[in-house]
């Protein structure tokens, strides 16, 4: 039971580049989420998934996109990478229901953007 | 404007005493409240939680109080170890807030032995 994992750990971009960012869970989930984590600020959720097939915005979605075509994955997009997306991405996954809150996180992914 | 805050961004504590890591918030509308525990190069993991209803969750060393008039709740670790050292998180959620959750800023405890 490897719980949730992220792919890559680390990545450095170019203003302007794209990328996918790349979250797998295997608990069974039904929610999953896509945090920021930025020095002083805590975490901030740019976008979570109810189910498979849905997706919703959360408190910094701007320039991030994300699909959900399979439940136990859920990928972050960069279309054009800016500088202020340096950061450390977490993504988590939860039950339904009352469980719902305690989310479980992978480890990270450190993305730099030059 | 942050709804969560955690003020102290940093505690030391001497091995077996008290840690009290403070939480303070200013949304009302919040019910439902987490404390999170996170390694350095890993992701946070859940530690204990507290609804809105209670004012007090115990969980072997792990104590959260929670004072609604105060908006205000706290961890207490008693007593404390080594291992414990790590950044405290605290979130909280909004009963009309679905499944989002808000974190303060984080507390690095550090557990002298």
């Known amino acids: 039971n490897a719980g949730v994992t992220q792919t890559p750990k680390f990545r450095v971009l170019k203003t302007g580049q794209s990328m996918t960012l790349l979250c797998a869970q295997d608990m069974n989930h039904e929610y999953m989420y896509w945090y920021r984590q930025d020095p002083g600020m805590g975490l901030r959720l740019i976008h979570y998934?109810?189910?498979?097939?849905?997706?919703a915005k959360g408190e910094v979605p701007d320039g991030y996109n994300v699909s959900r075509l399979k439940k136990q994955n859920f990928l972050l997009g960069l279309e054009s990478a800016a500088p202020s997306q340096t950061s450390v991405y977490f993504c988590a996954s939860s039950l339904v229901g009352p469980k719902r809150n305690e989310q479980f996180f992978g480890p990270g992914t450190r993305l730099t953007v030059l | 404007d942050q709804q969560v805050k955690q003020n102290s961004p940093s505690l030391s504590v001497q091995e077996g005493r008290i840690s009290i890591l403070n939480c303070d918030y200013t949304n009302s509308m919040f019910d439902y409240f987490l404390w999170y525990k996170k390694y350095p190069a890993e992701g946070p993991t859940f530690l204990i939680s507290i609804s809105s209803i209670k004012d007090k969750n115990e969980d072997g060393r792990f104590t959260v109080f929670l004072n609604k008039s105060a908006k205000h709740l706290s961890l207490h670790i008693v007593p404390s170890q080594p291992g414990d050292s790590a950044v405290y998180f605290c979130?909280?959620?909004?009963?009309?807030?679905?499944?989002?959750?808000?974190f303060g800023g984080g507390t690095r405890l550090m557990v002298k032995p």
């Open positions: 998934s109810v189910g498979e097939g849905t997706t």
């Open positions: 979130a909280a959620r909004a009963n009309n807030a679905g499944n989002m959750l808000t």
